[in-house]
């Protein structure tokens, strides 16, 4: 680990703050979205929105707007001269090199924070990173940004997102609204941590207003520096299936004899997204990565690790959050 640096050393010039960042992935209404319009509202930020040439995608309204061609490396680095910190949230369909291309142009922009796309479960678990589907991802990214060694990287885990992993179907959160079926994993008890994407969007601008480094070694302030190298956690709920339904009986008014619930062991379940994954099916990618989160060996509870109240994050409402999540299946919302 490298030694902690303090701002009383640091070059003239050196501001102890972050100002300016650069988010790849904050146009339409995703994770980034939301981050850059919380960084913007905060008014310390200046923001500058990557986009592919070509992209019709509407940008945070003060956002800049800086336009690369991902195969040419001198767009990216030319776009990242100068920024202080990079946040990369890549759809899911993105090509699985654009991350690389990225991590590899910060380095040469001299980019001092990176955080790559993680948004998801405990990556730093190495049996949940290993059979979730997504963690070894996460954890190759962090590698190559210090294999480049001139980077920091912070990753937020923040688990699923709640809103949006209710809404999608019965191969994720299990509900399936317009039948009112719902599949509960082993008894539907074990506790999980969620998180909204307006609790991410507020995570990333609390963390970056802090100072960059602690003044001296006497100062105990929270700064960026605390969490290099590492992940933030941050949540919204610790909250179960059975925790779930009871929430959409509360905003819709309807008890268990209303709805279908079905139980299954969570090994058979993972077995089965398994299967589907290798016929090609999306949804198996999404039973395969919930199911083993919610596995009842406590991987996907870490309510021990959050900085919720450090970043002063508020106490949300789950009905509130449900009943989102319903209006969004009512609107036919798909998530690909």
Request: proline share 4%; with cysteine.
């Amino acid at each position: 680990m490298a030694p902690q640096k303090y701002a009383k050393d640091q070059p003239s010039g050196f501001t102890n703050r972050i100002e300016r960042v650069a988010i790849v992935g904050a146009g339409g209404d995703g994770v980034g979205n939301h981050m850059a319009k919380a960084l913007l509202a905060t008014g310390k930020h200046t923001v500058t929105a990557i986009s592919r040439i070509g992209s019709t995608n509407t940008l945070p309204e003060g956002a800049k707007v800086a336009r690369v061609d991902y195969g040419d490396e001198s767009s990216l680095v030319s776009a990242l001269k100068g920024q202080q910190f990079l946040i990369i949230t890549l759809s899911v369909t993105a090509p699985q090199e654009t991350q690389g291309k990225l991590i590899a142009a910060a380095a040469k922009a001299g980019v001092p924070w990176v955080m790559p796309n993680c948004t998801g479960p405990d990556f730093i678990n190495e049996s949940l990173a290993k059979e979730n589907m997504i963690g070894a991802g996460v954890r190759a990214s962090t590698d190559a940004i210090e294999k480049a060694g001139v980077s920091s990287w912070i990753a937020l885990v923040c688990s699923f997102w709640y809103t949006h992993s209710l809404a999608l179907g019965t191969g994720w959160f299990g509900f399936d609204f317009p039948n009112r079926k719902v599949n509960m994993i082993d008894d539907g008890k074990t506790r999980i941590n969620t998180s909204t994407l307006e609790q991410c969007g507020r995570a990333i601008a609390s963390l970056l207003s802090l100072k960059e480094l602690p003044d001296d070694a006497n100062d105990t302030t929270p700064t960026i520096s605390q969490w290099r190298n590492q992940p933030v956690y941050i949540s919204s709920f610790l909250t179960s299936q059975r925790d779930m339904l009871d929430s959409i009986h509360r905003v819709l008014g309807t008890n268990d004899a209303d709805w279908k619930i079905e139980y299954e062991p969570s090994e058979s379940r993972y077995k089965r997204g398994l299967q589907l994954l290798q016929s090609g099916s999306h949804e198996g990618f999404g039973i395969c990565m919930y199911t083993r989160t919610f596995y009842p060996n406590g991987d996907g509870n870490f309510q021990d690790k959050l900085s919720n109240d450090v970043l002063g994050l508020p106490v949300e409402k789950l009905d509130d959050e449900t009943a989102a999540a319903i209006k969004l299946v009512e609107s036919g919302y798909s998530y690909r």
